[in-house]
């Protein structure tokens, strides 16, 4: 088969067929007007010259001199968490949960204009007016849930998850991670002549198919809905609220937790934004200040290295892209087996464990890189389709300057569209400054660097300004965002939650948004690995805030452990008491969170003959698996383990030793029944 006109950056036949396909989902999807325009966050900046570069030659010159300059250190190999010179002490997950966000709301569909970024007599727009936006401005997860993304064929209130290609080997470098189900490509459509539909994913956004580390973690979002269905029950439309809440609950309490800082999120989450606020959901638009700058800090994290699996650690992010169906073929013509392959093979299904820590902390995932002005080595080197250097064959010998570079790409990008330095917004926002001598400091010592930075320190292009006040020796030191970076990402994610479907500050306020984390998104996705795989769900982590499955069974083995709680499903603040008293009484680590150690100290192994409270949780796991709607069709909650609740418990031991062998029938709910029942197995 011949290669497909697939770009493995976003060449302008790319982005041409993206954005049509976006178009004509957004239209699918009952969006009125599928653009959504960009503009301003300060347009009274734009009054004063003085306020941007300066509109000449030289200053594209200067530009393109700079973005070479950023070239990162080497990296040291990711392995075994081993954190290296320039890693940051955030799991590389965030990267592309960072991507995946972008995809969910800015799309400037003129970004493939290369000849034109590539002319040396490239001038600022005089109006935005031309660019769209082809994104709704929602976290919506619409990148997960509308266009051509189908439904399971058995339930439709489940997403469809594609089935990996099998090799039938256990041997490295061709085995499937351990624990890892069928299921665990995205869905696909069959292999074609055409390029724009060869193998491509069924998805609503087809830039999540473009490298495999945004490709997998979109599929942990199907499998994550799929497991909420499970736990919860409900509709389609209950779940998919559900999904956006959480969604956006990672975004404001987790993402932004570990990108921002916490000064300034705390402000922000406590009293909302100070500087850009807006009021109605029809006035939204997507701020150029953001999407052409201050959210491009994510560019900085990227590895060129990846600890992917027990197959490929460490392997290149190029070769990430190549098994992917937008951008290479899902790995055919490589060189590497198989090679011929309908779906992902399934030696490259990721571990997420390298790239996030458990919900309870542990674990050592590699790290992203930390926020400065350094990008690393992949990201000069962006390929075409062909696998050439973006722009090496064009006739005009500007493009390959820029094409390859990311930062240069960026830098001009931000000229172009007449961005207001970072002075000029440091200024606005009323924060501290940095200019001259200070912005040299904040950089990274390398000479080439700052003195390609010296035309720029008075008037800095802003993108350049957050990452240089990110990677400040003298504030954020790479860990997070300066307080001008922190502001503008924390205050425009703020506003676009606020005006989403099911928004978690639908009122206008952000104290009552309860942390959830993406560690705890991919532990509810891996659920349906580990119900099909042969192993037990690990112990669910849960704490003030939940309500749903297993609070009640926890409230009666708090009750049975002699804390004296009322039993009504709700994880509030007796509850968190209780679990406070109840780890204290243990010698527990005390946080009020319910995950492995204090699971393991409250369940009390019982059989035939036992009562009291713990016989009572057991019971109440078996009402949650009452489909019937009527609870006198289950178990009575009447803490006596007679013959019918010892039949129940067999019942479920024999159904789960189909899949796990090693489970015992014994009708005893010892520590590994109860870990099966309170995970939630078997329940959908
Ligand atoms: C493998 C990782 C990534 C690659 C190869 C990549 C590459 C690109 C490229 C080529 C562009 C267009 C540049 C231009 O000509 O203007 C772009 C745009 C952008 N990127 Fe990335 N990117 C990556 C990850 C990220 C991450 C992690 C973030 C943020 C956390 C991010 C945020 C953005 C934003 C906001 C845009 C502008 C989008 C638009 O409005 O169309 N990217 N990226």
Redesign the pocket.
């Known amino acids: 088969m011949r290669r497909v006109g697939h770009g493995q ?2 060449d302008a036949t790319t982005v041409e067929a993206v954005g049509n396909r976006l178009r004509s989902l957004a239209v699918g999807a009952g969006v009125a007007s599928a653009a959504t325009s960009f503009g301003y966050m300060f347009p009274e900046l734009q009054q004063d010259e003085a306020n941007v570069l300066k509109p000449e030659r030289a200053t594209v010159e200067a530009l393109r001199t700079l973005g070479a300059a950023m070239t990162d250190v080497p990296e040291v190999e990711p392995v075994g968490g081993a954190k290296g010179p320039g890693d940051s002490a955030t799991p590389a997950i965030y ?2 949960f ?2 995946f ?2 995809h969910d709301i ?3 569909e003129t ?1 493939a204009g290369m000849p034109s ?1 590539a002319s040396l007599d490239l001038a600022p727009l005089s109006s935005l007016s031309g660019l769209r ?1 082809s994104r709704t401005l929602r976290l919506d997860l619409d990148s997960v849930y509308e266009g051509s993304a189908p439904r399971d064929d058995a339930d439709p209130r489940k997403m469809k998850i594609g089935p990996v290609e099998r090799l039938n080997s256990s041997n490295p470098p061709l085995a499937r991670p351990p624990g890892k189900s069928d299921a665990n490509d995205l869905p696909r459509q069959g292999r074609s002549e055409d390029p724009s539909t060869d193998r491509a994913a069924l998805i609503g956004d087809p830039r999540n198919d473009e ?1 495999l580390i945004v490709s997998q973690l979109h599929l942990a979002f199907l499998k994550a809905h799929n497991s909420l269905v499970d736990e919860i029950g409900g509709d389609f439309d209950a779940v998919r609220s559900e999904m956006r809440r959480r969604y956006q609950r990672i975004v404001l309490t987790d993402f932004l937790a570990k990108i921002c800082d916490p000064a300034v999120l705390s402000d922000v989450m406590t009293n909302g934004p100070r500087h850009w606020r807006i009021e109605s959901g029809s006035d939204v638009f ?1 701020p150029v200040e ?3 700058a201050a ?5 900085s ?2 590895r060129t290295l990846y600890d992917y699996n027990l197959n490929f650690s460490p392997t290149d ?1 190029g070769t990430l892209f190549t098994f992917t169906a937008l951008s290479g073929q899902l790995g055919e013509n490589i060189g590497l087996p198989p090679q011929q392959t309908d779906t992902l093979p399934e030696n490259w299904v990721i571990e997420w464990e390298r790239f996030v820590h458990a919900p309870d902390g542990g674990g050592t995932p590699q790290m992203a890189r930390e926020i400065d002005a350094r990008l690393t080595d992949f ?1 000069f080197k ?1 390929q075409n389709t062909f696998g050439d250097l973006e722009g090496a064959n064009d006739p005009d010998p500007n493009v390959v300057h820029v094409a390859p570079r ?1 930062a240069v ?2 830098l001009l ?1 931000g000229y172009l569209m007449r961005l207001p330095t970072g002075q000029a917004v440091a200024n606005q926002l009323g924060e501290p400054v940095l200019s001259g001598e200070a912005l040299v400091a904040a950089l990274p010592p390398v000479e080439a660097l700052r003195a390609a930075a010296r035309p720029f320190v008075d008037r800095t292009p802003l993108w350049f300004y957050v990452l240089a006040e990110a990677g400040d020796p003298n504030g954020a030191k790479g860990k997070h965002l300066g307080r001008v970076g922190s502001r503008l990402v924390a205050e425009v994610l703020w506003n676009l939650v606020r005006h989403s479907e099911d928004s978690v500050l639908a009122d206008g306020a952000s104290s009552h948004v309860e942390r959830y984390t993406l560690s705890e998104l991919i532990a509810l996705a891996a659920r349906r690995d580990n119900a099909v795989s042969g192993s037990i769900i690990p112990w669910p982590v849960i704490r003030v805030g939940h309500r749903n499955h297993p609070v009640r069974t926890l409230q009666h083995l708090l009750r049975a452990g002699g804390h004296g709680i009322t039993v009504d499903g709700v994880f509030g603040p007796a509850t968190e008491a209780a679990v406070t008293a109840f780890q204290t009484s243990k010698g527990l680590s005390v946080d009020g969170i319910v995950g492995p150690q204090t699971w393991a100290a409250l369940i009390i192994t019982v059989r035939q003959g036992s009562t009291g409270d713990a016989v009572r949780g057991v019971q109440e796991e078996f009402q949650f698996r009452n489909q019937s709607g009527d609870p006198s069709n289950g178990l009575q909650v009447d803490g006596i383990f007679g013959p019918q609740t010892e039949s129940a418990v067999r019942g479920f031991q024999q159904a789960l030793s189909l899949a796990v062998p090693s489970m015992a029938v014994d009708g005893i709910v010892g520590p590994v029944t109860w870990r099966a029942l309170v995970s939630g197995m078997l329940a959908g």
């Open positions: 950056t976003r990267t592309y960072g991507q966000l972008d800015t799309f400037d970004s970024l936006n490298n997507m953001f999407a052409a959210y491009r800090f994510g560019h994290m990227i992010l990201t962006l990311l790409r960026n990008r």
